[in-house]
Structure formats: structure tokens, C-alpha cells
């Protein structure tokens, strides 16, 4: 998946603190990393959004040549002098939200693609507490997402961040107190073609699981919900 990130001067963001906010449909731009310059605490990147260079400013984050972002255009200087860099740059745009690839491991061998498969299967029949429920904890969800897989479920849970119309779908992020932060099964992703609620509403939503969701440029997911719609409570 993408993490989040943001400018500490404008916004706070994951990585460095949490948030809620999203970029718009139309600010929210990609490029590949072709340069990076790094001063006091911010990075400056050099970036090709489809045959068009441009300069990005972001938080410190871990970001590699060669990787594509995305980012939103809502504060773009015109002339803005860096003292840090001893140079002008004609535009450049101080990003408020970015998206980080995280980096996935493809499998190196045929051998690495069954041990996967077979850690699968044996996940499959770890897993001997499966019920079908009316509703399922988010925690659930992570540790039944293999039985669930295709099917419809419902949760109660209260919204902690929507991102809107990133690859032309809203993506919200539920919470219900359940799972482990540091095992990450704590909250889980819903998407929606456009979903009318916002950040701290209580919900119950219904979706669709799938599960090892890959739409490529290090959007990833285990275990999330499609095609999701939610009813305020």
C-alpha cells in the first residue's frame, strides 16, 4: 500500500503524526523520483509526471530514486529561494499529503511462490475458531480474512481517515478497538466508488473481502473491503 506522509509546516501525517485529510480528486498528481536532495529535516525531489519534470518538497521520508509517489498540488511557489540549497527554483510545489510506496518482495523463485502458497494453506488451517457472523470485529476480518475471502460482511466500526478518489475510488479507513497496532489488524480499508461519510462518523458498513489485493506501484493489502457502502449510526 501507500503510506502517508506530510510537510510538518502545513499538516501532520502518518509517519510523523496521524491525520485525516485527503488531496482532491484533481490535486492529487504521481511521478517517478529522478533527483533528491536532502536538508534540515525536508526532502526535495525532482520528479517526471509523464514526460513533465517538476520539483516537489515533502517531510523527511524514505524515498529512493526511482520510486513513484504521489502527492497533492494545493501550495505551489513561484520562485521560491532555498537558502539550505543555495538555489531558486522556478515552481515547486510544498506537498501537504504524500503517498509512499511500500516497498513488497516479489517472490525469487518458483521454490519462494510455493513456500508462499503452502504458509497459506497452513494459515487456512490454523485458523479452527471460524463462524459466520452478522457482524465481524475488524480484528476478525484480519484473522478470518482467508474463510471471508468473497464474501459479504458487515462491521460496526467509526471512520479514522477517507481518502478520496485515489485510483477513481474513496478509501476509508475503519476502526472498532479491536486488533494490534503493531501487527497492523487494528483497522482495515474499505473502497467505495464515492463514499458520503467522513472521518469520525460511526458506521456500519458492508463490503466485499478479498484478500493478498495487489493494484500495483506498492499498493498492497493482506486483507480489505470492496465495494463497500456504509450507513451512518
Known amino acids: 500500500m501507500f503510506k502517508t506522509i506530510t510537510m510538518v509546516v502545513l499538516l501532520s501525517g502518518t509517519l510523523l503524526a496521524a491525520t485525516g485529510a485527503s488531496p482532491s480528486k484533481e490535486a492529487v498528481r504521481y511521478g517517478k523520483v529522478l533527483e533528491k536532495k536532502e536538508v534540515m529535516g525536508y526532502v526535495y525531489l525532482k ?54 510506496p511500500t516497498k513488497q518482495q516479489s517472490p525469487s523463485s518458483m521454490k519462494a511462490v510455493l513456500a508462499k502458497d503452502i504458509e497459506a494453506a497452513k494459515e487456512t488451517l490454523q485458523v479452527k475458531d471460524f463462524k459466520e457472523k452478522p457482524f465481524y470485529t475488524v480484528e476478525e476480518l484480519h484473522r478470518w480474512r482467508r474463510q ?3 464474501k459479504e460482511v458487515h462491521i460496526k466500526a467509526k471512520i479514522y481517515k477517507v481518502s478520496r478518489q485515489i485510483m477513481k475510488r474513496d ?18 480499508v474499505f473502497t467505495a466508488k464515492k463514499a458520503d461519510v467522513k472521518a469520525g462518523d460511526e458506521v456500519i458498513a458492508k463490503a466485499k473481502i478479498v484478500v493478498d489485493k495487489d493494484f500495483g506501484y ?16
Not at 499498493?219 to 451512518?232: L, N, Q
Open 148 to 150: 471471508l475471502a468473497g
Open 47 to 100: 520528479v517526471d509526471e509523464n514526460g513533465t519534470k517538476r520539483w516537489v518538497a515533502i517531510a523527511k521520508a524514505p524515498v529512493e530514486i526511482g520510486d513513484t509517489i504521489g502527492y497533492d498540488t494545493h501550495t505551489v511557489m513561484k520562485h521560491f529561494k532555498s537558502k539550505s540549497l543555495g538555489r531558486e527554483f522556478d515552481e515547486i510545489v510544498f506537498a501537504n499529503e504524500v503517498y509512499l
Open 218 to 233: 506498492g499498493y498492497f493489502y493482506r486483507v480489505m473491503g470492496e465495494d463497500a457502502t456504509f450507513k451512518k449510526q
Open 171 to 188: 478509501w476509508v479507513h475503519l476502526g472498532d478497538g479491536t486488533g494490534n497496532e503493531k501487527k497492523l489488524t487494528d483497522d482495515i
